[in-house]
């Protein structure tokens, strides 16, 4: 079958997101930077939940994905972070923004979450 699924949130919480992501086959996700923000915020903060060696690993990770994606055409993105992955529904593969950019905190490479 050919054509496409379009999902909407009656709210905009990230459980809701969550829920229409596992439910649904999203391969992509339009969103605006409130969005993205509150993804990233949501992200952060369950890894500061864990403990500080957890946060450590995924700093590890991200560095190594990082240098493995600039030096190599290997994407390890997927094996590493295959829990994240997994809560985005398994198969994301687009995030496009609309509208204003994200504040620097979203967006600055020093956060790295575009590597995962």
């Known amino acids: 079958m050919l054509g496409a699924e379009i999902t909407y949130l009656d709210e905009l919480t990230a459980e809701r997101l969550s829920e229409a992501l596992n439910s649904g086959r999203v391969h992509a996700m339009i969103g605006v930077p409130a969005l993205w923000q509150l993804l990233h915020r949501r992200l952060t903060q369950e890894i500061a939940a864990r403990p500080r060696i957890v946060g450590a690993a995924v700093q590890a990770a991200m560095a190594l994905h990082g240098e493995l994606r600039n030096r190599t055409p290997l994407n390890v993105g997927k094996l590493l972070f295959w829990p994240i992955h997994n809560r ?29």
Do not use: M, Y
């Open 88 to 116: 985005f529904g398994g198969k994301l593969r687009l995030l496009v923004s609309a509208a204003a950019r994200c504040r620097k905190t979203c967006s600055a490479p020093s956060t790295s979450w575009a590597s995962i």
